[in-house]
C-alpha cells in the first residue's frame, strides 16, 4: 500500500545496493561501499523526522510496516484507492490484492511505500 498526502515530493535512492556491492574490486570494502550510502540515507531520515514540519502531517501519523484499515474510495483496472486514517489516501497495486474488490469494502494492509514514484516497481512476482 502507497501512502500519499497533497502534493508529493520525492527523495531518490537507488535500490539496487547490489550494483554498488558488486563494484568495488577488493571485497573487504565490498560492504562498507554498499553500507554508506544506506547509513546516510537513513541519517536523513532521522534528521527529517525529527523536522516539526514533518511531524505535524498527518502522513507522520503511518509507518512503514504499519498495518492499517481503510475503506475502499476507487477502483481502476491497476489499482484500489483507499481512504485512511487522518484524510490520508492509500494505493493498493493490483499485484497486491485478490479477489473482486468494490466501493465501499473495508481492507487491511501494510504501508510499503510512501514514495508514489516507486510504487508501481513493487510486484508480488519479484518474490517468486
Known sequence: MHVAQGKEQQLGLTLSLKKI???PSNPKSRIVAALDPLILYFNKLVELSRNSYYKN????????GQRVTGKIEKVTPDWLVVQLQNNLLGIVSKNHYSENKKIGDKI???IITTLLSIMHKISAKQNK
Open 108 to 110: 487491511s494492509g501494510t
Open 21 to 23: 556491492y558488486d563494484d
Open 57 to 64: 502531517r498527518p502522513i507522520a501519523s503511518v509507518k512503514l
